[in-house]
């Protein structure tokens, strides 16, 4: 019987012993956080007036218009946000050769051989703003804003224009970063 106890009592003394090796501590903590979308308001001109021209002033290829400036304006930027990227978008030229650098002219019977071409103006390496291209320009922090001037023209891809009115509707998407 005493070999027994004392199998029992080292027993209970493992047992005791395992038993504070594995005793822990459970701490339940949360963690919290706000996901913002980064914003800015933009104002862009509603209409930009190309002006009147004479067909023959667009009768030969590659005649454009006068180039006619209007600037994006984006404000109350989302604080940290460094920089803005728009993407263009409007109906491509009806010609396949042209349709990736021009905008067509959406104007019922409206003058025919001549697209809208957008560039930018901001002092850096002119870009074709066509239909699907994206241009990145800078948000200021301190200002929580930043401005792309931009250049419209109408453009003769052909030489071929005819007269008439000239409308065109080009969308732009912001991705702020």
Known sequence: MNKWNSS??????????????????????SVSGNITQSVCSVTVPGRVDLGV?????????????ANIPFTINLTGCTQGLTRATVTFTG???????WGSVIYANQADAGAQGI???IYNA?????????????????VDAQTAGGNLTLIARLYSPEGKSTAGEFSSAVTLNFIYN
């Open 53 to 65: 021209y004479a067909r023959q002033d667009l009768a030969f290829a590659g005649a454009h218009s």
């Open 115 to 117: 697209g809208l071409q």
């Open 91 to 97: 109906m491509p030229y009806d010609d396949g050769s």
């Open 8 to 29: 029992v009592l080292a027993l209970l003394l493992f047992a005791h012993a395992a038993a504070a090796y594995n005793d822990q501590d459970v701490v339940n903590f």
């Open 122 to 138: 901001d002092g850096a390496s002119p870009v074709n703003l066509a239909n699907g291209v994206s241009y990145t320009f800078p």
